[in-house]
Nanobody, 122 residues
Framework: QVQLVESGGGLVQAGGSLRLSCAAS????????MGWFRQAPGKEREFVAT????????YYADSVKGRFTISRDNAKNTVYLQMNSLKPEDTAVYYC???????????????WGQGTQVTVSS
């Protein structure tokens, strides 16, 4: 079992930055691909970014490419999402997730955190 806890969300003005963290416990995430997803009010949860267990491969949703960066520190059992140039449409609850294989598909992820709220004001 892997327990995931997100942090770092908050309220920020458009154009600002936030860094989300996802701390894992229970098992090391060193053998898991990690992903970030988000869910805006009234919308389905969507893929944001994912990173392989080595950190050597990353994929991003087109809507965040060039603005968001996913990274990981396996020694700290933590994954990060650096979010720059934030837009009001980035407002959502952000979730991290773990899966043995890298994927952009939500249904393939086995473990999920509870989410952290990100609100971007215009």
């Amino acid at each position: 079992q892997v327990q995931l806890v997100e942090s770092g969300g908050g309220l920020v003005q458009a154009g600002g930055s936030l860094r989300l963290s996802c701390a894992a416990s229970g098992r090391t995430i060193g053998s898991y691909a990690m992903g970030w997803f988000r869910q805006a009010p009234g919308k389905e949860r969507e893929f944001v970014a994912t990173i392989s267990w080595t950190g050597g491969s990353t994929y991003y949703a087109d809507s965040v490419k060039g603005r968001f960066t996913i990274s990981r520190d396996n020694a700290k059992n933590t994954v990060y999402l650096q979010m720059n140039s934030l837009k009001p449409e980035d407002t959502a609850v952000y979730y991290c997730a773990a899966d043995p294989r890298i994927s952009t598909t939500m249904d393939e992820y086995d473990y999920w955190g509870q989410g952290t709220q990100v609100t971007v004001s215009s």
